[in-house]
């Protein structure tokens, strides 16, 4: 639990601080930068209820979830850092896509940690696409993160998603095994699709409420 805390609160914490410096190095971006550190204050919060969340029982945590806005708002939640490394996210949703089987925190930590991992693979310049299907209600709906990062070697697929297996320089590997369990714990799956040079799409199949 203490790996998967201080996995969820590094990105945050690296924002807040450069927020930080902003202002020591130009006070006429103070009003911005202290934007930023309040919004990044309540994502690490928010982050922590997650975390909390993860703990209680399924009956208590399932709920039926509307999926639009919760993607806008995990989107929203990485406006700025995109903005800075010249990312283009946008979402796509199928019209009156179902609700699903969940909680709200945890699958938004779950899309949350999905995005910030597509994100730091491409670093600067590239996409992230969220599309939300369902051909029928009744059998569940996929949501899909695409990114046109540089993908993943046969090899690092076969790992990825496992306790402490990273291809980050910087991380500890658990963010996607945390997330694993949150969508199977809910009665979904993911799937990963990747290749190297080519992108990686994570798509989350989830039961329809």
């Known amino acids: 639990m203490s790996g998967a805390v201080a996995h969820g609160i590094r990105n945050p914490l690296a924002s807040i601080r450069s927020s930080a410096e ?10 911005e930068a202290a934007g930023d550190i309040v919004a990044q204050s309540d994502r690490l919060e928010a982050w922590i209820n997650q975390l909390l969340s993860y703990t209680r029982p399924l009956d208590e945590a399932s ?5 639009p806005p919760l993607v806008a708002q995990c989107l929203a939640d990485f406006e700025r850092d995109m903005e800075r490394r010249r990312i283009r996210g946008r979402a796509e949703l199928a019209v009156n896509l179902p609700a699903v089987h969940g909680d709200a925190l945890l699958l938004g930590q779950v899309l949350r940690s999905v995005l910030a991992n597509a994100i730091e693979a491409m670093d600067h310049d590239g996409r992230i696409i969220v599309r939300g299907e369902s051909k029928d209600g009744r059998e569940g709906v996929t949501l899909s993160i695409e990114d046109s990062g540089p993908g993943m070697t046969t090899a690092q697929l076969a790992r990825v998603g496992k306790p402490f297996f990273t291809t980050k320089t910087r991380g500890l590997g658990i963010g996607l ?3 694993r369990r949150v969508i199977e714990r809910f009665g979904g799956r993911i799937e ?3 290749q190297a040079g080519a992108g ?3 798509r989350l199949h989830l039961k329809a409420a």
Not at 22 to 31: G, I, K, M
Not at 63 to 67: D, G, K, Y
């Open 22 to 31: 902003l202002v020591q190095e130009d006070p006429a971006h103070a009003r």
């Open 177 to 179: 095994a945390l997330a």
């Open 200 to 202: 990686t799409v994570v």
């Open 63 to 67: 709920a039926a979830v509307a999926l």
């Open 192 to 194: 990963i699709q990747s």
